[in-house]
């Protein structure tokens, strides 16, 4: 079992930044593969990105690839997720997802979920 829990959500002009962290109560969690997905309200929840557990693998959605950065410090169990140009149809409640292996950009695959944090850009 692993527990992820998000923090560094909250309210951003268009065009800001955010970091989100990803933190996993899990001794194993750096053999682990992390990805970040989103939800909108009304829409399915949408990958955005993955890491290796070695953080030497990375991919991305199109719609967020050169705005957004995952990267992972695995001493401190982390996955971040590093949000560019932000811009209002960004906001989103962001979840962190873990597996033993990369699963994909279906969220159905990934086994091991955070409880979210929200976004929210304004115009």
């Known amino acids: 079992q692993v527990l992820l829990v998000e923090s560094g959500g909250g309210l951003v002009q268009a065009g800001g930044s955010l970091r989100l962290s990803c933190a996993a109560a899990a001794r194993s969690f750096s053999k682990f593969a992390g990805s970040w997905f989103r939800q909108a309200p009304g829409k399915e929840r949408e990958f955005l990105g993955a890491?290796?557990?070695?953080?030497?693998?990375?991919t991305y959605a199109d719609s967020v690839k050169g705005r957004f950065t995952i990267s992972r410090d695995n001493a401190k169990n982390t996955v971040y997720l590093q949000m560019n140009s932000l811009k209002p149809e960004d906001t989103a409640v962001y979840y962190c997802?873990?597996?033993?292996?990369?699963?994909?950009?279906?969220?159905?695959?990934?086994?091991?979920w955070g409880q979210g944090t929200q976004v929210t850009v304004s115009s």
């Open positions: 997802a873990a597996d033993v292996s990369l699963r994909g950009p279906v969220a159905a695959l990934w086994n091991f």
């Open positions: 890491i290796s557990w070695s953080g030497g693998a990375t």
